[in-house]
């Protein structure tokens, strides 16, 4: 008999699980029930999840039985028999593939993402549809075509966006880890606003083979987890050159688990002067204040750091990834795929298939997208944004010359109540103004817990910005960070 009675089987994170696996304490369909079993009793309430094929999950954690019983183990394939669910935004042969969105209604991938297959090629049990904004546009997941994904901390608030399903599920323990995309903050702030880690890895560091396109420059996938040591395992999982991705760099990926445990002593970290501004909660930034004090007393040293031009990082974000959205979202025209509504020639097809198929902001940045590109306004608005979004690496490249790595909030607020801000979606874009430079820069960004609010209890997110292709230091800084304290520990009343 199992030591753990089952129902807290889903509540392991990845490194205890495959430590319970090794050790024949439990088996992969133990585990993979636990969590069906979880999201049974909790999903109706926090609603993470658009579909979950428990045959095809159960029948993956039998064959990991089954390798584990013939000698398979964790050295070679680091995430054999561990459940790890996947963004409505990344493919999955035989899979719904929906973006949360009506015009993708009844599609099912042909292939795996490239993630999906190193997750696979991991032992990974790869199962179900995690909720998004439709087709990752927005920061809440009220733009999900479905439904809105709650916060597991308090049911009555949003989750964060577009990944709010990826990080709701992993915060209410409904799976082991998650996958989600980052175009402006899309991992970074759900996580922070539901208490797990998220880490947005350097741009071309991870293949975009099989990620439905929003703004191609700027997407990358990354990992939710419930510890930073599980992040290291996924995003080392999945990380890696893919010839079918032309952004993909041809680097060597280390191990990233290997510089866990090597302290901060003499590691020199930014606090950039310009993201302690007005707007931010009192409450968020004492938190990020003693999460800085203790990352001094751990050996690290701080400085203030400048990044000028960051003030212009919303305005250069909703030009360049609406623009590349008008792009990428005209393939979604009712002819080849998905939904169609018919119409007397294909203009009209076209036209009914679009207006009934994509919601309201997906049409709002296509429109806006169209806008900055057309005739007389491509320089105006696209090539500026361009220019600006140069000078903005330029800041974190200089800034990176004095410091290893750049401390921030995550988000100016915690998880904000569901319908505050869908009546502004300006107000609603300024909920990434700390993590949208970071893809303009296309630099590593990673969010874990620093604290919560005192009434109600939520929590709040620590940010950390690297080099390129700098991600190790990130996670040296965040475990180090995360082992001096027991945010992590805490876990939400759905879990």
């Known amino acids: 008999p199992s030591p753990t009675p089952l129902p807290v089987l889903h509540r392991l994170n990845l490194a205890e699980a495959s430590r319970r696996l090794a050790r024949r304490e439990c088996s992969a369909r133990e585990i993979m029930q636990s969590c069906l079993d979880h999201i049974e009793r ?24 089954r390798a584990l019983a013939s000698g398979a183990s964790h050295r070679e394939q680091p995430l054999l028999g561990l459940p790890i669910a996947l963004k409505d935004v990344l493919c999955h042969r035989g899979q719904p593939c929906g973006c949360a969105s009506r015009i993708l209604g009844g599609f099912r991938s042909p292939y795996d993402a490239t993630v999906v297959e190193r997750l696979k090629a991991a032992g990974a049990v790869v199962f179900g549809r995690l909720n998004m904004d439709e087709f990752a546009m927005g920061s809440s997941t009220e733009n999900s075509a479905w439904f809105t994904t709650r916060n597991p901390w308090d049911l009555e608030r949003i989750p964060g966006g577009s990944s709010g399903g990826s990080a709701a599920a992993v915060a209410a323990q409904e799976c082991l880890g998650s996958l989600g995309s980052d175009t402006g903050g899309s991992i970074r702030q759900p996580a922070a606003l539901c208490g797990c880690v998220g880490v947005k890895p350097t741009y071309g560091r991870v ?46 990926v280390p191990d990233y688990r290997a510089a866990l445990g090597a302290g901060l002593k003499g590691l020199r970290l930014g606090v950039a002067r310009e993201f302690m501004v007005g707007g931010l909660d009192p409450e968020v930034r004492d938190a990020v204040q003693a999460a800085v004090d203790q990352l001094i007393s751990l050996g690290a040293t701080v400085q203030e750091v400048s990044l000028p031009h960051s003030q212009y990082a919303v305005a250069t974000y909703y030009i360049i990834a609406t ?29 009914r298939t679009r207006g009934a198929g994509f919601g309201a902001e997906v049409k709002r940045r296509v429109i806006l997208g169209t806008y900055v590109l057309s005739s007389g306004y491509y320089d105006a608005y696209y090539l500026r944004a361009q220019k600006v979004r140069t000078l903005i690496r330029g800041d974190f490249l200089r800034a990176f010359e004095h410091v290893d790595a750049i401390v921030s909030p995550t988000t100016p607020t915690a998880a904000f109540r569901m319908g505050e801000k869908t009546q502004d979606p300006l107000q609603m874009y300024l909920s990434d103004i700390f993590t949208i430079s970071c893809n303009l820069a296309g630099i590593p960004g990673l969010s874990l817990p620093c604290g919560f609010t005192r009434s109600p209890k939520l929590p709040i997110g620590l940010q950390l910005l690297g080099k390129p292709l700098g991600e190790q230091t990130l996670f040296r800084i965040a475990e180090a960070y995360e082992q001096s304290t027991s945010w992590h520990r805490e876990l939400a009343p759905t879990a």
Do not use: C, W
């Not at 909790?42 to 039985?65: I, M």
């Not at 395992?233 to 032309?246: A, F, K, M, N, Y």
């Not at 623009?323 to 036209?351: H, I, K, Q, W």
């Open 42 to 65: 909790v999903d109706g309430q926090v609603k993470a999840f658009l579909s979950v094929d428990r045959e095809d999950a159960l029948a993956q954690a039998d064959a990991a039985d």
């Open 207 to 252: 293949s975009r083979y099989g990620l439905v396109a929003f703004a191609s420059s700027l997407d990358q996938i990354g990992p939710f987890a419930k510890t930073v040591e599980d992040a290291a395992l996924l995003t080392g999982v999945i990380s890696g050159h893919d010839p079918r991705d032309s952004t993909s760099l041809p680097e060597p």
């Open 323 to 351: 623009a590349e959205a008008s792009a990428n979202l005209a393939r979604f025209d009712g002819v080849r795929y998905g939904t169609r509504v018919a119409g007397t020639d294909p203009t009209e097809m076209y036209e």
